[in-house]
């Protein structure tokens, strides 16, 4: 019912920036908090940063001060800025959320989107 799709990895330099983007649509009604989660060659998923439907926002520590989550509500979509990217900032990028759908208000879904790589070296 709902789907969320990413766009913006590559590759990119150490030092570089890339802007990840994740729409989402479907029978929506409203969405909770989006999320950014990644990860990297044999290791687990983590939380990259979170954005409330208010604005509000937390970092993971290894990305805090480097990177800016925000979202466009008009839009469903939320956006990933990161900057001064290192080679260990290379991982899958999963675009996350929490969404009420029409069909069955009061009651979010959780969806996750199919993923963008994100790679960073010289």
């Known amino acids: 019912q709902v789907q969320l799709v990413e766009s913006g990895g590559g590759l990119v330099q150490p030092g570089g920036s890339l802007r990840l983007s994740c729409a989402a649509s479907?029978?929506?009604?409203?969405?909770?908090?989006m999320d950014w989660y990644r990860q990297a060659p044999g290791k687990q998923r983590e939380l990259v940063a979170v954005?409330?439907?208010?604005?509000?926002?937390n970092y993971a520590d290894s990305v805090k001060g480097r990177s800016t989550i925000s979202r466009d509500n008009a839009k469903n979509t939320v956006y990933l800025q990161m900057n001064s990217l290192k080679p260990e900032d290379t991982a899958i990028y999963y675009c996350?959320?929490?969404?009420?759908?029409?069909?069955?208000?009061?009651?979010?879904?959780?969806?996750w989107g199919q993923g963008t790589q994100v790679t960073v070296s010289s």
């Open positions: 479907g029978n929506i009604k409203s969405i909770n908090t």
């Open positions: 996350h959320a929490n969404v009420v759908v029409s069909t069955i208000p009061g009651t979010q879904f959780s969806y």
């Open positions: 954005i409330s439907s208010g604005g509000r926002t």
